[in-house]
Nanobody, 126 residues
Framework: QVQLVESGGGLVQPGGSLRLSCAASGSTLDGYTIGWFRRAPGKEREGVTCINTRTGFLRFVDPVMGRFTISRDNAKKTVDLQMRRLQPDDTAVYYC???????????????????WGQGTQVTVSS
């Protein structure tokens, strides 16, 4: 198991940017597959993007394609979610999750992940 901590949420105007970070408390994320998920008010949790740190495979859902990027920051030992051109529909609590994934890719089904952070609020509003 790994303890995950998200940071970087906040309030941003439409069209703005935010960068979220996911860190492992007392450990590293090496070898883990990391997913970013979000839960908007009144909606189910949904996958946003994921990265397999072992193979480098990345995956995004269509609504964030071209606006969000996921990357590893080796110096900070984090997996970051850079969000650009944010829209009110992006408002949600964002969670990172981790799993030791044996396949080449990465899943966006939350049920595949074993460890979760506490979440960080992102609000996009003018």
């Amino acid at each position: 198991q790994v303890q995950l901590v998200e940071s970087g949420g906040g309030l941003v105007q439409p069209g703005g940017s935010l960068r979220l970070s996911c860190a492992a408390s007392g450990s590293t994320l090496d070898g883990y597959t990391i997913g970013w998920f979000r839960r908007a008010p009144g909606k189910e949790r949904e996958g946003v993007t994921c990265i397999n740190t072992r193979t480098g495979f990345l995956r995004f859902v269509d609504p964030v394609m071209g606006r969000f990027t996921i990357s590893r920051d080796n110096a900070k030992k984090t997996v970051d979610l850079q969000m650009r051109r944010l829209q009110p529909d992006d408002t949600a609590v964002y969670y990172c999750a981790a799993v030791k994934y044996a396949e080449f890719g990465c899943p966006l089904n939350p049920g595949e992940y074993t460890d979760w952070g506490q979440g960080t609020q992102v609000t996009v509003s003018s």
